[in-house]
């Protein structure tokens, strides 16, 4: 089961050829049109923008690549931080 957002890419034409045609490996559930409350993605951006970015300031982009890319190869790392992303109230329909 895969939970996409609304993204042109997310509703392309190969995505939708290649999920039918494999439609025994993954099923694709869309979420409503505005709905960033109930996307999974959102918890790890907030915690990207809080925790990679807002404990101090890049002075450029490479910087702010650098801070980026170090936090999430953290969370990579950390399996138990990811699931918590999914214990948010509004996002548990994802964890079941």
């Known amino acids: 089961m895969l939970v996409l957002d609304g993204h042109p890419a997310h509703r392309a034409r190969i995505v939708r050829?290649?999920?039918a045609a494999n439609s025994e490996l993954i099923e694709l559930h869309f979420l409503p049109g505005y709905s960033p409350e109930l996307n999974p993605a959102e918890c790890l951006n907030q915690d990207?923008?809080?925790n990679a970015l807002g404990k101090r300031r890049p002075r450029n982009v490479t910087e702010l690549k650098a801070?980026?890319?170090?936090?999430?190869r953290s969370a990579q790392r950390t399996p138990a931080k990811v699931?918590?992303?999914?214990?948010?109230?509004h996002v548990q329909y994802a964890a079941a």
């Open 17 to 19: 050829d290649w999920a």
């Open 48 to 50: 990207v923008k809080t």
């Open 67 to 72: 801070g980026v890319r170090n936090f999430l």
């Open 83 to 89: 699931a918590r992303y999914f214990q948010e109230r």
